[in-house]
T-cell receptor
Framework: KQEVTQIPAALSVPEGENLVLNCSFT??????LQWFRQDPGKGLTSLLLIQSSQREQTSGRLNASLDKSSGRSTLYIAASQPGDSATYLC???????????FGKGTMLLVSP | DAGVIQSPRHEVTEMGQEVTLRCKPI?????LFWYRQTMMRGLELLIY????????DSGMPEDRFSAKMPNASFSTLKIQPSEPRDSAVYFC???????????FGPGTRLTVL
């Protein structure tokens, strides 16, 4: 059974710092991996989708990498802003399955 | 374009009552997913449909839960009878194809007293 772990569970940084959020998964046979952002009391917003054949994806200040063989993905946020404060969730889609397995998330607080 | 629409946004009910949650997926999307989010267990898949057909309902906790998708633009998740442990946020998501990027609705916060 696929398990997804996100470390740290919470992170607090001052504005302007570059930061990395980590995601690890137990079964490397994945179809793709998706990073989401969730604001308090809100739904999930899709940030980036990485296919298993890709090494990274970029969107603005966000860069997600994937190392399938080691079962790891990172989300890099450059020049963090208070508006980046949210919970970031990593979700893995195992090969042959349509469904996503989610990590518990990393709660990020960027202080001005 | 409208995203995934869910109603109601909040529901407070008493134990034993029937609860129906509603979802309208993004137009043109073929796959629809129902998730439940709690502090203890995080996000869990309950059931998903592809082309209106239930494909995997292994996440449905018990017979009290049922889901339908009568057409491509509407799905319901029903709990009957509801129990306090069903209190959670229920999300609906849709994707263009089964393996594509999923887009989530705003969720329904359910409280069962």
């Amino acid at each position: 059974k696929q398990e997804v772990t996100q470390i740290p569970a919470a992170l607090s940084v001052p504005e302007g710092e570059n930061l990395v959020l980590n995601c690890s998964f137990t079964d490397s046979a994945i179809y793709n991996l998706q990073w989401f952002r969730q604001d308090p009391g809100k739904g999930l917003t899709s940030l980036l989708l990485i296919q298993s054949s890709q090494r990274e994806q970029t969107s603005g200040r966000l860069n997600a990498s994937l190392d399938k063989s080691s079962g790891r993905s990172t989300l890099y946020i450059a020049a963090s802003q208070p508006g980046d404060s949210a919970t970031y969730l990593c979700a893995v889609r195992p090969s042959g399955y349509s469904t996503l397995t989610f990590g518990k998330g990393t709660m990020l607080l960027v202080s001005p | 374009d409208a995203g995934v629409i869910q109603s109601p946004r909040h529901e407070v009910t008493e134990m034993g009552q029937e609860v129906t949650l509603r979802c309208k997926p993004i137009s043109g999307h073929n796959s629809l997913f129902w998730y439940r989010q709690t502090m203890m267990r995080g996000l869990e898949l309950l059931i998903y449909f592809n082309n209106n057909v239930p494909i995997d309902d292994s996440g449905m906790p018990e017979d009290r839960f049922s889901a339908k998708m009568p057409n491509a633009s509407f799905s319901t998740l029903k709990i009957q009878p509801s129990e306090p442990r069903d209190s959670a946020v229920y999300f609906c998501a849709s994707s263009a194809e089964e393996y594509n990027e999923q887009f989530f609705g705003p969720g329904t916060r359910l409280t069962v007293l």
